[in-house]
């Protein structure tokens, strides 16, 4: 999974055919046991672009992104937002629609 490190790059991975972003914060217990969970489910996606972006170093995503809380899971199609997972992450849905995308 990449860090995104600046404002910039995040409308290139929005526009992307199909990527995959984790929102969250240095100091969320929950986001680094659910990034572990995450890896497992996306490990069998090598097509699959990931990111993680840390909201309190690039706040403007935060606003622009409307995140309320951390983590949150977003995946992109196409400039479009496709899926938007917060705080009670459900793995099993995002596989789904993951392996629907790239099949």
Same mark, same amino acid.
């Given at each position: ?13 929005q526009d992307?055919?199909?990527? %995959?972003? &984790? ?18 489910? !996306? ?9 993680? !972006?840390? &909201?309190?170093? #690039? ?6 992104a409307v995140i309320f809380? &951390?983590?949150? &899971?977003? !995946? ?5 937002? %496709? %899926? ?9 849905? #995002?596989?789904? %629609? #993951? ?5």
């Amino acid at each position: 999974m990449k860090t995104i490190e600046s404002y910039d790059d995040i409308k290139a991975i929005q526009d992307a055919e199909f990527s %995959l972003v &984790v929102a969250k914060t240095h100091t969320c217990g929950t986001c680094k046991s659910i990034n572990e969970h995450l890896a497992s489910t !996306i490990d069998n996606f090598s097509d699959l672009n990931t990111y993680q !972006i840390f &909201v309190d170093d #690039i706040d403007q995503f935060r606003g622009e992104a409307v995140i309320f809380s &951390v983590p949150t &899971v977003l !995946i992109y199609a196409d400039g479009k937002e %496709l %899926l938007r997972e917060s705080r009670f992450i459900n793995t099993q849905k #995002i596989n789904r %629609l #993951i392996q629907a995308y790239l099949d």
